[in-house]
Structure formats: structure tokens, C-alpha cells
């Protein structure tokens, strides 16, 4: 059983040591690591199509086992059948994309609040880019990362409070560093803690 709130958050790409504490936090061998993968961030991505599987194919490759969970069929579906679905799963994995529209759907499908009940009940929950911002207390200021929030159906800019601290991926990408950390000074300027992350970098809390 994870510990209470466990997170493992990343900018993009992990190391062996990465793949090893989160391994070490689930507390299980990685052909017994049962991954809910939630790629919706891409969604509306351009292109997404391209590198989607091969994302989560890094992880299948190091022998996890996982599924899919696509959140736009359980749009007008019962959130209790979403909970028990998601409960099959060691982990729930959210990915990288467009922040905003992630937020959405994870409210308009009940996600949101489900997740949050299944990680205080000991759930891991992990997320790269997008999937990590959302896990934070606020999703403001990452339109300077090219996200519009006019581009999701409704602007939510409250995060999933899953941690205190706000993750901001990618400040060596070449396409995204200048934005994020033009978005890591607006967030600290309203005092919000930031944890800034160059890829190939993680970040995880087990309280």
C-alpha cells in the first residue's frame, strides 16, 4: 500500500534512478505495477498521434503492465463506475499536453474529485507536464507556456491540491523554457512555492 498523498511528478523522460524510486514508492515490482495511463492532455494536441504511444510504450517497455483510460468515454457515465475502474490500478498516470483542457475533463468526467479520494486513500499518483502542473493548487499563468485556456470548453484554474507546491516542467526545453520560467516568476510573485523541473528531472513527496 502507498503511503497517504504520495506523488511522482516529472518534466519529460526519467533516468534509471527516476524509474527506481518510483518503483521504490509503489513498493512493488514493476511486472506487478498495474498503471492507469490518462492521456487526455493530448487530446487536442496537433500531432499527439505521432508520440503519444511511444510515451507510454518507455514505460511498458521496463515492463510495467497498464491500460488506457480514455476520459471522453466516460463523459455522460456513472463517476461511481469511473471509481471502481480506476481503483483496478496501483497508479494513475496522467500525461502531457494542453494543461488547461486536462483540467476540464478531468472535472467534466468526475476524474478530479474521484482521483483525489483514491490518492488520500493511498493511490500514487503520477503525472508528467501537464499531468504534474494539474497536481498542484493553482494551473494560472501556464498560457505563457502556449497553453490558451479559451481552448477548454471551461476555465478552471484550480488545480488538484495534491501538493503544496507547483511543478513547472520543462525550463531547458528548448520550445518551452522561456515560458515556464516566465510563469515560475508569476506564480512566485503570488507566493505560490514552485518546484521548476529541466527534463529527465522528477519530483515526489510520501507523507
Request: glycine content about 10%; proline content about 4%.
Amino acid at each position: 500500500m502507498n503511503k497517504k498523498n504520495s506523488v511522482f511528478l516529472m518534466s519529460m523522460g526519467l533516468t534509471d534512478e527516476g524509474f527506481a524510486k518510483f518503483e521504490s514508492l509503489v513498493n512493488k515490482a514493476p511486472a506487478q505495477i498495474k498503471i492507469a495511463f490518462i492521456e487526455n492532455a493530448a487530446d487536442i494536441i496537433p500531432g499527439s498521434e505521432e508520440w503519444l504511444p511511444g510515451v507510454r510504450q518507455t514505460w511498458m517497455d521496463r515492463g510495467y503492465v497498464g491500460d488506457v483510460i480514455d476520459l471522453r468515454e466516460w463523459l455522460n457515465e456513472n463517476s461511481i463506475d469511473l471509481c471502481n475502474e480506476l481503483m483496478k490500478y496501483d497508479v494513475i498516470w496522467i500525461g502531457g499536453g494542453h494543461t488547461y483542457y486536462l483540467r476540464w475533463i478531468l472535472k467534466a468526467s468526475g476524474a478530479d474529485k474521484i482521483i483525489i479520494a483514491l490518492v488520500n486513500a493511498g493511490k500514487l499518483y503520477a503525472g508528467w507536464s501537464a499531468g504534474a502542473v494539474v497536481a498542484g493548487p493553482t494551473i494560472k499563468h501556464f498560457d505563457k507556456m502556449g497553453d490558451d485556456p479559451a481552448d477548454a470548453p471551461e476555465q478552471i484554474f484550480t488545480g488538484l491540491n495534491l501538493l503544496k507546491e507547483i511543478i513547472v516542467p520543462h525550463t531547458d526545453h528548448p520550445d518551452f523554457s522561456e515560458g515556464a520560467l516566465a510563469a515560475a516568476e508569476a506564480l512566485k510573485a503570488e507566493g505560490y512555492k514552485v518546484v521548476a523541473l529541466r527534463d529527465g528531472e522528477f519530483f515526489f513527496t510520501e507523507a
